[in-house]
């Protein structure tokens, strides 16, 4: 009886043992999946503060583009016709469900996770998964070309004037990230506009929590030459500096 009893009670320690090492390794896990999101946004603000091209100032004279955003995603607003280049090739107005939008003057242009995207035309198709997506998401991304005409500042439109040859600059990489066909065309997701003025693209690249919307936002001025954040995953990384 005394050697049965041991035994259950050696048993009943092991098993218990293995309990508490188990909890200890969720309880690790637990708050290192928690860490990782705080990690990151730490991450963000620290290197959003820090500016690359620390020198840029905002010319005088030159071409004025709009950063736009709606609280997650930003766009480069750009003229559709420059000395510089030309957009009517990449988002024609005949893409577009109302063609007579294509006449507007503006484009404003941003990159995307694809699913999100096409999934999301109002904030009340808004779910866990895509916002979800849009953070952290991974997966292929789209290129979102909205035509406009004459867009003014506001809340959440800001100008920023760069000199011509950044604009050149800017331009050519944001150019880079439409696909093309064996025609050299732009890819248009033909009917999954959000209205009648918008359109959206195969873009090259994917998208994941380290290239976002506005990391490209980011990416694309300081290819330009012109003063943002190292990194901008966040659409207050590139806004803040126009406040």
Request: charged share 20%.
């Amino acid at each position: 009886m005394d050697r049965r009893r041991r035994f259950l009670n050696r048993i009943a320690y092991v098993t218990l043992r293995s309990m508490r090492r188990a909890l200890r390794i969720a309880t690790r896990l637990l708050a290192a999946l928690l860490a990782l999101p705080v990690l990151y946004f730490l991450a963000a603000l620290l290197l959003g503060a820090v500016p690359a091209n620390a020198n840029w100032v905002e010319p005088k004279e030159g071409v004025t583009i709009f950063l736009r955003t709606n609280g997650v995603h930003t766009w480069i607003v750009v003229p559709k016709v420059t000395p510089e280049m030309d957009w009517r090739p990449y988002a024609p107005g005949a893409h577009l469900r109302d063609p007579r939008w294509g006449g507007g003057d503006h484009v404003a242009l941003g990159y995307g996770n694809r699913t999100f995207y096409l999934e999301t035309p109002t904030w009340g198709d808004l779910t866990m998964k895509n916002a979800f997506l849009a953070m952290f998401g991974q997966g292929r991304s789209l290129i979102h070309a909205d035509h406009t005409h004459r867009p003014q500042p506001n809340e959440w439109q800001r100008p920023l004037r760069i000199t011509h040859g950044q604009y050149a600059k800017l331009a050519a990489h944001m150019a880079k990230s439409f696909q093309r066909d064996a025609q050299g065309r732009t890819m248009p997701v033909l009917g999954r506009g959000y209205g009648d003025s918008d359109m959206f693209y195969e873009a090259i690249g994917g998208y994941n929590a380290f290239y976002t919307c506005n990391a490209w936002t980011g990416e694309a001025l300081r290819a330009a030459g012109i003063k943002t954040g190292l990194w901008t995953p966040l659409s207050q990384s590139i806004m803040w500096r126009l406040d």
